[in-house]
């Protein structure tokens, strides 16, 4: 079973910075989509940054285009998220999910962590 941990959330002013973490468990770690998603109290889990097996593919939700990076480090069966100039509106619980095919739907991850605070100051 794949099991994934994100870690690095915090609490941060606008405008700075985060790098999350999500470090995978298993052998199939390679061979799945990765994405980001995030959740706000009250509100449904909502995409954010996917990037694909091989790393060479990314897309993003507009609210966090070029501000927001994903990368992957196969070899250590790690995803990140690297995040600038905080807002505000970014404050939520950051899941890291893996699946089968290019999604930007919860539904079609199989696997995803615990979720990690992310709080935005202003």
């Known amino acids: 079973q794949v099991q994934l941990v994100e870690s690095g959330g915090g609490l941060v002013q606008a405008g700075d910075s985060l790098r999350l973490s999500c470090a995978a468990s298993?052998?199939?770690?390679?061979?799945?989509?990765m994405g980001w998603f995030r959740q706000a109290p009250g509100q449904e889990r909502a995409f954010v940054a996917l990037?694909?097996?091989?790393?060479?593919?990314?897309y993003y939700t507009d609210s966090v285009k070029g501000r927001f990076t994903i990368s992957r480090d196969n070899a250590k069966n790690t995803v990140y998220l690297q995040m600038n100039s905080l807002k505000p509106e970014d404050t939520a619980v950051y899941y890291c999910?893996?699946?089968?095919?290019?999604?930007?739907?919860?539904?079609?991850?199989?696997?995803w962590g615990q979720g990690t605070q992310v709080t935005v100051s202003s």
């Open positions: 999910g893996g699946g089968l095919r290019w999604a930007v739907r919860p539904r079609y991850y199989d696997y």
């Open positions: 298993g052998r199939t770690f390679s061979s799945k989509w």
């Open positions: 990037i694909t097996p091989g790393g060479d593919g990314t």
